[in-house]
């Protein structure tokens, strides 16, 4: 069985490159606003911001809201 991993690279000062993984969960946690606790982020998409920091979208894994994870 293959294991398809994600990919997140750092490729200048602070700027990433992410691809998501074959399966729908994010290698990372974020936290949930309405859960109050860190969860699994199910499918992950890139954000580009112009702040300098990589933001990674994708829906809580129990109430399946929207989670922001902020990596600088």
């Not at 998501?20 to 499918?43: D, G, S």
Request: hydrophobic residues 40%; charged residues 15%; glycine residues 4%.
């Amino acid at each position: 069985m293959a294991i398809a991993h994600p990919t997140m690279q750092q490729v200048a000062p602070h700027t990433w490159t992410f691809q998501p993984p074959a399966t729908p969960v994010a290698p990372m946690k974020a936290n949930c606003r309405h859960c109050r606790t860190a969860v699994a982020i199910l499918n992950p998409s890139p954000m580009d911001l112009k702040t300098g920091n990589y933001v990674v979208r994708g829906e809580c894994e129990h109430c399946r809201g929207e989670v922001v994870l902020i990596i600088s």
